[in-house]
C-alpha cells in the first residue's frame, strides 16, 4: 500500500503522460496497461498483455475540453441523459466534464494498480463521488456516491461504456434475451428484445434503455475474434447505444467512424431511478474482461 499520492510518481508504474492528445494517467501492470483521462475521468484505454487491440474505442474526431470526450468509460453522473432534471443542464452530468485529481493508489495482490478519483468543483451538488479504478487482468470500475445531507437525494448514472469493435453491424450483445427495453429511438416505447442484441437491419442504429437487467453482457466481435464481458454490480439498467449513420453524421465527434463502436452501458437509468438516503451511500460496479476466440 503506497497510501495518498499527490502525484502519480509516488506510484510504480504510474505516470502522467497523454493519449488521444489527452492529458491521462498512464498505468502498466504486468497484465495490462490503461489510461485515465484527467478530464472526465473516464478510461480512455484498457490493452490486456499480449493483446493488440484496444478494449476501448475514442473517436479520431475527439474535441479538446471543455467538449465532453466521446469515447472511454465516460462517467455520467449524478444523472443520465437529462433524466430528472429542468432547465437547460449538461447532457449526462457534470463529471465527464471535471478534472478528476488522482487522490490514492496502490499495487494490488494479484499485480494489478487500484487508484481512487475523485471530480474536483462539484461541491454544489447534495451527492460526493469518488471512483475506484482497478486495472489488471481485468478492467474493475466502481463508482461511489456519497449523500452528506439530512435529506434523501435521487439518482441516475452510467459508465457509458465506447467499445472497440471490427464493425457494429457484425457483433451481438448477449445477456438481454427476453428484457423489455425502452426504445429512445421510437419515442421510448417499450418493445421485448428477442434474442441477442444485434444492429437492427431495417434501421441501423440503436438507444435501449433495458431496465432491470441481469448485469451480464457480452459482446461477440467475431471480426476482431473476441468477446468482451462487462459484470455489473449495483446498476440494474443497461443501455446499447449506437446512433446509426444519419445521427452520426450530425455530431461533429463521430461523422463516419460510427461503426467503429458500440456503446454498452453499465448503469442505472430510466425507471431504476437510486434513492440514497441521508447520510448514505451506493456503488455502482463494473468489471470489464476479455477473452480472445479460440
Ligand atoms: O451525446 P451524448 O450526450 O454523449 O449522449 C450519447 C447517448 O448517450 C446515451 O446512450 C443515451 O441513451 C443516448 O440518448 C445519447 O444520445
Redesign the pocket.
Known amino acids: 500500500m503506497l497510501g495518498f499520492v499527490t502525484s502519480p510518481d509516488d506510484l510504480d508504474g504510474v505516470r502522467f503522460g497523454s493519449v488521444h492528445g489527452l492529458d491521462a494517467i498512464l498505468v502498466a501492470t504486468p497484465h495490462a496497461t490503461a489510461a485515465i483521462s484527467v478530464f472526465g475521468g473516464q478510461v480512455l484505454s484498457f490493452i490486456p498483455a499480449g493483446t493488440a487491440d484496444d478494449v476501448l474505442w475514442v473517436s479520431p474526431l475527439v474535441a479538446p475540453p471543455p467538449t465532453?470526450i466521446?469515447g472511454g468509460t465516460?462517467v455520467c453522473w449524478p444523472y443520465?441523459?437529462r433524466e430528472g432534471q429542468t432547465g437547460d443542464v449538461p447532457?449526462?452530468g457534470y463529471a465527464r466534464t471535471a478534472r478528476w485529481s488522482l487522490i490514492a493508489g496502490h499495487t494490488i495482490e494479484s499485480g494489478g494498480t487500484e487508484l481512487e478519483l475523485a471530480p474536483e468543483g462539484l461541491g454544489h451538488l447534495p451527492l460526493t463521488l469518488r471512483m475506484t479504478v482497478r486495472v489488471g487482468v481485468t478492467l474493475e470500475q466502481g463508482l461511489h456516491t456519497h449523500n452528506p445531507g439530512d435529506a434523501t437525494v435521487a439518482m441516475t448514472e452510467?459508465f457509458?461504456n465506447y467499445f472497440r469493435v471490427s464493425d457494429v453491424g457484425r457483433v451481438r450483445v448477449e445477456g438481454l434475451d427476453g428484457l423489455t427495453y425502452l426504445d429512445?429511438f421510437d419515442d421510448l416505447r417499450s418493445h421485448t428484445q428477442r434474442g441477442d442484441w444485434v444492429l437492427p437491419h431495417d434501421d441501423p442504429r440503436s438507444?435501449r434503455?433495458y431496465p432491470g437487467a441481469a448485469g451480464h453482457y457480452r459482446l461477440v466481435d467475431p471480426g476482431l475474434r473476441r468477446s468482451i464481458e462487462v459484470s455489473v454490480r449495483g446498476g440494474q439498467t443497461a443501455?446499447v447505444?449506437n446512433?446509426g449513420e444519419e445521427v452520426a453524421s450530425g455530431?461533429a465527434d463521430v461523422g463516419h467512424h460510427w461503426r467503429g463502436f458500440v456503446?454498452v452501458?453499465a448503469a442505472n437509468a430510466g425507471p431504476d431511478v437510486v434513492e440514497v438516503p441521508a447520510g448514505g451511500d451506493h456503488s455502482l460496479w463494473q468489471m470489464i474482461s476479455v477473452s480472445a476466440f479460440e
Open positions: 465532453a466521446r465516460p443520465f441523459a447532457s449526462h452510467a457509458h429512445k438507444d434503455i443501455v447505444w446512433p455530431m456503446c452501458e
